[in-house]
């Protein structure tokens, strides 16, 4: 046997790594993107898309004490058995009492704002919440494109006349 | 690494979406110049059709024509009580209807039924001590109560009623 016989030519095509090796690592990197993915969309399936809805679901702190009327009912027709409620009964809503404010400092909270600062800054962040509304309603539907789709009516009693006629 | 970097970008677009798994209507809130009551309803469902030029109500009515919202106050010039009120309705507006439910409160009532149709819910509030009343009713048919309740729920949960007592003006 001659030295050329025995001298070995590495083969530049074959890969270092054997095929089989590579293609169970790109399954294991696969299945591993893909946990991640399913994992990271569900959790950003919690986040609300739209925050203006939360001010909804706050108990408002100057419903409970300034408004003139009766809390409303959450009473849904589902909820509860078609009897007539005493009228004595609370309304579920009227158990939401905001919960009192929590002084973060209470050397500094000795002097600071009573119960009724509380109420009218509470009103006033209200007022300005549905003022910047109307605005944003206005800008939304101008006049001109309320009056293509928003036909008008002479009062409450035409347009529920309307209603219970179609 | 390319080929590394394909497969990642693959699996992350393979991974549902969030907002498309929700797909729940935008919620946007009405609140009326004139009396001040307010509530929020879902825009890709219900849109406007009629407004009263008096300023005290409007007419929804959903995208299909099938569903009709209506919200408005009014001054309480018959000076009627929750039940009197009640009743009046109940026997003007649902004499075809088979009322099953009707809770109150000592300023609100709900009225509710169905005939072979149709479903209907109002609520009525009153408010500035018993001088407005506000209120809003849905009638829906019967075949799309389970796309309808939960809408009531939502506009249930949101109304308030008039709170500009004495500053609305007279029409």
Redesign the interface.
């Known amino acids: 046997m001659s030295d050329t016989e025995l001298q070995w030519i590495p083969d530049e095509t074959t890969p270092a790594i054997p095929v089989r090796t590579r293609v169970v690592s790109i399954v294991v990197f696969a299945a591993i993107f893909l946990a991640i993915g399913v994992v990271i969309g569900r959790l950003t399936a919690g986040i609300p898309a739209n925050t203006g809805s939360e001010a909804i679901r706050r108990p408002s702190p100057e419903k409970s004490s300034q408004s003139p009327v009766e809390p409303p009912s959450m009473a849904l027709k589902g909820e509860e058995p078609p009897i007539q409620k005493p009228a004595s009964s609370p309304a579920p809503q009227t158990k939401q009492t905001p919960s009192p404010p929590v002084v973060l400092n209470p050397s500094s909270a000795e002097e600071g704002p009573g119960q009724e600062d509380v109420g009218k800054r509470a009103r006033a962040v209200r007022e300005r919440r549905i003022e910047s509304t109307r605005r944003e309603n206005r800008e939304r539907a101008p006049d001109d494109q309320r009056d293509v789709f928003s036909r008008p009516m002479r009062d409450y009693q035409s347009l529920r006349q309307y209603m219970l006629s179609r | 690494m390319h080929?590394?970097l394909y497969?990642?970008l693959m699996?992350?677009s393979?991974?549902?979406?969030?907002?498309g798994?929700?797909a729940?209507p935008?919620?946007v809130?009405?609140?009326n110049?004139r009396f001040g009551f307010?509530f929020?309803y879902p825009v890709g469902v219900f849109?406007?059709?009629?407004?009263?030029?008096?300023g005290?109500?409007?007419?929804f009515t959903d995208v299909g024509g099938h569903a009709?919202l209506?919200v408005?106050?009014?001054e309480n010039v018959g000076v009627h009580s929750i039940q009197s009120y009640m009743n009046f309705i109940r026997t003007e507006?649902y004499s075809g209807y088979n009322v099953?439910?009707?809770?109150?409160?000592?300023?609100?009532f709900?009225l509710?039924g169905e005939n072979d149709q149709n479903v209907f819910?109002e609520?009525v509030?009153?408010?500035?001590?018993g001088r407005l009343i506000s209120s809003f009713?849905l009638?829906y048919p019967v075949a799309r109560k389970a796309m309808f309740?939960p809408v009531?729920?939502g506009i249930?949960?949101?109304?308030?009623?008039a709170?500009n007592?004495g500053q609305y003006v007279r029409?």
């Not at chain 2, 393979?14 to 907002?19: D, E, G, N």
């Not at chain 2, 849109?47 to 008096?54: I, Q, S």
């Not at chain 2, 099953?100 to 609100?108: E, L, R, S």
């Open positions: 080929r590394l497969i990642f699996c992350f393979l991974a549902p979406p969030a907002q798994r929700e729940l935008d919620w809130l009405y609140v110049d307010s929020r849109e406007p059709d009629r407004r009263a030029e008096a005290d109500g409007e007419v009709r209506l408005g106050a009014f507006s099953d439910y009707a809770p109150h409160g000592q300023t609100w709900v509710s819910y609520k509030m009153f408010s500035c001590s009713a009638i309740d009531v729920t249930e949960k949101t109304f308030r009623p709170t007592c029409h």
